[in-house]
């Protein structure tokens, strides 16, 4: 039972232009949502998060949306550039409040094109 | 402050034999977390511990793994008897408290290849 989706499993976009990474979600309980940043050979890398009190949240260049009727939320690169190369997972937690057990997506694979 | 350390990076073994996977947490962190990635998949929860306890070890395998946080040393993720379906790479994380906000710091991984 995937409880998070990401269905996309690749994206290539320019530099300079949008990256809009997209993400599912089945548990409406999940009331937190994390992006996590993962280089080849390396542990995943904490990006931004959401709560679901919120419907944006923004730092710098990184802005997740969250659509909680929808049970979407998207991560936007602008301007995206070649070092933003990487795979993404959303994530949230699962569980009490006190587990803080992730549950990841399958992730989706950015390249970014010079 | 160095961050979560694992090792070793790499690991090779043959069917049947034994693996450790150990992780040190982060300095002033007490709850550390396994996960595990098979390929092309995300990261799939195992294990959540805290210093001699285990508190939820939901998405453990019922038989062959095993994990522990003992008062001193790393965390060790230990797979007896290892079948080539165990081949992944294995990222513990730890963080400063159990809460689902409190953000998990991730290790470079294991990766674990079965022959």
């Known amino acids: 039972d995937q409880q998070v989706k990401q269905n996309s499993p690749s994206l290539s976009v320019q530099e300079g232009r949008i990256s809009i990474l997209n993400c599912d979600y089945t548990?409406?309980?999940?009331?937190?949502f994390l992006w996590y940043k993962k280089y080849p050979a390396e542990g995943p890398t904490f990006l931004i998060s959401?709560?679901?009190?919120?419907d944006k949240n923004e730092d710098g260049r990184f802005t997740v949306f969250l659509n909680k009727s929808a049970k979407h939320l998207s991560l936007h690169i602008v301007p995206s550039q070649p070092g933003d190369s990487a795979v993404y997972f959303c994530?949230?937690?699962?569980?009490?409040?006190?587990?803080?057990?992730?549950?990841f997506g399958q992730g989706t694979t950015l390249q970014v094109k010079p | 402050n160095a961050g979560v350390m694992q090792n070793p990076r790499h690991l090779v073994r043959r069917r049947g034999q034994e693996a450790r996977l150990r992780c040190s947490p982060m300095?002033?962190?007490?709850?550390v977390y396994w996960y595990r990635q098979l390929p092309e998949e995300g990261l799939k929860f195992m294990v959540y511990l805290q210093k001699e306890n285990i508190i939820d070890e939901s998405g453990m395998p019922k038989e062959r793994f095993s994990a522990e946080f003992p008062k001193e040393g790393p965390s060790i993720l230990r797979i007896q008897q290892v079948v080539r379906g165990d081949s992944a790479a294995y990222f513990c994380?730890?963080?400063?408290?159990?809460?689902?906000?409190?953000?998990?710091?991730f290790g470079p991984g294991t990766r674990l290849t079965v022959l």
């Open positions: 959401i709560s679901s009190i919120k």
């Open positions: 994380a730890s963080s400063q408290s159990g809460s689902s906000y409190n953000e998990q710091f």
């Open positions: 548990n409406s309980m999940f009331d937190y």
């Open positions: 994530a949230a937690p699962h569980g009490s409040s006190n587990t803080g057990k992730l549950i």
């Open positions: 300095k002033g962190h007490s709850h």
